[in-house]
Nanobody, 127 residues
Framework: VQLQASGGGLVQAGESLILSCTTLGGTFTDASWGWFRQASGSEREFVAG????????RYSDSAKGRFTVSGDNGGNLSYLRMSALTSEDTAIYYC?????????????????????WGQGTQVTVSS
């Protein structure tokens, strides 16, 4: 299974954007999803994640109140809805997944917790 992230682009500060991540070449029966981002010159950081059953959702402090993560379609699609974007949100956004009914709370913010990654989609916010 591979992942494909899409929906990035250039927006003005204050605007919204929706990123999507879908599976390619296979499907998960269940999957937990994570969204990470990497700004130029910085390390990749956790943004948001949702467990395979939707019962657990976590956000970074910078994402709380502005971003919404979701997962549906039987574990093969995830969205990251972003609003009130600022220039500090400019980064390459990556989606990641871990198939199966995993113990999401133990790894959600760690890159090593996910075993499938998308290629990244660029989000640029102009001020």
């Amino acid at each position: 299974v591979q992942l494909q992230a899409s929906g990035g682009g250039l927006v003005q500060a204050g605007e919204s954007l929706i990123l999507s991540c879908t599976t390619l070449g296979g499907t998960f029966t269940d999957a937990s999803w994570g969204w990470f981002r990497q700004a130029s010159g910085s390390e990749r950081e956790f943004v948001a994640g949702i467990s395979w059953n939707g019962a657990i959702i976590r956000y970074s402090d910078s994402a709380k109140g502005r971003f919404t993560v979701s997962g549906d379609n039987g574990g093969n699609l995830s969205y990251l809805r972003m609003s009130a974007l600022t220039s500090e949100d400019t980064a390459i956004y990556y989606c990641a997944a871990r198939g199966g009914r995993s113990h999401f709370i133990t790894y959600y913010s760690s890159e090593s917790g996910y075993n499938v990654w998308g290629q990244g989609t660029q989000v640029t916010v102009s001020s």
